[in-house]
């Protein structure tokens, strides 16, 4: 079978990097090249890097218009798989060639641009969807699912590769063999993109909630807390429990107070629980242990 395939991103590139060793894979569409680094120099995406390195034709397009359709017709491809290519797919393109899409949640659950995230802070729709793109917003048939538990104590980047690995297994079983499609049925919700505004963290939320939202907004937008009048990003932490602490120390200490310990920093947080800070990055500095960033701070309190 002869496809075609688009997409931006690494996660996407690995599926490619799969879908080649089975199929013959005869155009790829991807976004053009973007400022990278601090002198912003003009970057290839990762998926055209593998594209050239595959020796696959190659276009680059921030949407899919005119030019990509006729490029796309010439090509002979029978279908185009779709991962996390960035833009929308018109009607013009739709006509007469299928496009499949893998989504990384159960549809109709996280129709949108965040799905694995909203999956990570709901707890629901945890897992991939391969299904034919139509005119809606992630509304198109399904093809096939797989409801996947997601490793707990990962970020979004890192389950957004394992759930393309297994995507790739699940498009390539699904190519190989007559396809069947299906109506969504359900409840639908929806994962708008999270904005940086969304992805600021206070520590009247239980340390549980705000652990989901480290992991969820890593690598973007990054949760963030206030910190001395500037602001403390924190890449991870982990949530301790919901014990009583305060009845335990007899202390009454505010939300935000950090506990610091010779190995770990702990912070107050709602409902008497305690979240452990592993990693963060001060505003103007690279990442750190957060042990480090603690180190002589006394009754600090953020957030």
């Given at each position: 079978m002869k496809i075609a395939?688009?997409?931006?991103?690494?996660?996407?590139?690995s599926v490619l990097r799969s879908l080649a060793t089975e199929f013959e894979v005869c155009l790829v569409i991807t976004r053009p090249d973007a400022p990278k680094g601090r002198d912003k120099t003009l970057t290839p995406s990762a998926v055209a890097e593998t594209a050239s390195s595959l020796g696959i034709p190659l276009l680059k397009s921030k949407r899919v218009d005119e030019e990509v359709v006729e490029t796309l017709n010439r090509s002979g491809a029978e279908l185009v798989v779709v991962v996390a290519f960035g833009a929308l797919i018109p009607k013009t393109a739709l006509v007469g060639k299928r496009w499949l899409n893998l989504h990384f949640s159960l549809l109709p659950l996280w129709r949108g641009a965040t799905p694995l995230q909203h999956s990570m802070l709901h707890g629901t729709g945890q897992g991939?969807?391969?299904?034919?793109?139509?005119?809606g917003l992630?509304?198109?048939?399904i093809v096939a699912q797989l409801p996947l538990a997601l490793t707990k104590g990962k970020t979004a980047g890192e389950l957004m590769q394992e759930l393309a690995d297994h995507g790739s297994d699940l498009i390539i079983r699904t190519l190989n063999k007559p396809l069947s499609l299906s109506p969504q049925s359900g409840e639908s919700t929806h994962a708008p993109k999270i904005t940086r505004t969304e992805a600021e963290?206070?520590?009247?939320?239980?340390?549980?909630e705000i652990e989901a939202r480290v992991l969820a907004f890593n690598p973007e937008p990054v949760a963030w807390c206030k910190l001395n009048g500037g602001e403390l990003r924190i890449l991870r932490a982990r949530a301790i429990g919901t014990i009583d602490w305060d009845a335990i120390s007899e202390t009454d200490l505010e939300n935000g107070t950090l506990e610091i310990r010779r190995d770990s920093v702990l912070v107050v947080c709602g409902?008497?629980?305690?979240?452990e800070l592993i990693e963060v990055q001060p505003a103007g500095r690279k990442p750190m242990p957060a042990v480090d960033w603690a180190r002589g701070f006394s009754g600090l309190k953020i957030g």
């Open positions: 395939f688009a997409g931006t991103p690494e996660v996407a590139a991939i969807t391969v299904f034919e793109i139509d005119e992630d509304t198109g048939e963290v206070t520590f009247d939320m239980t340390a549980a409902e008497g629980s305690r979240l």
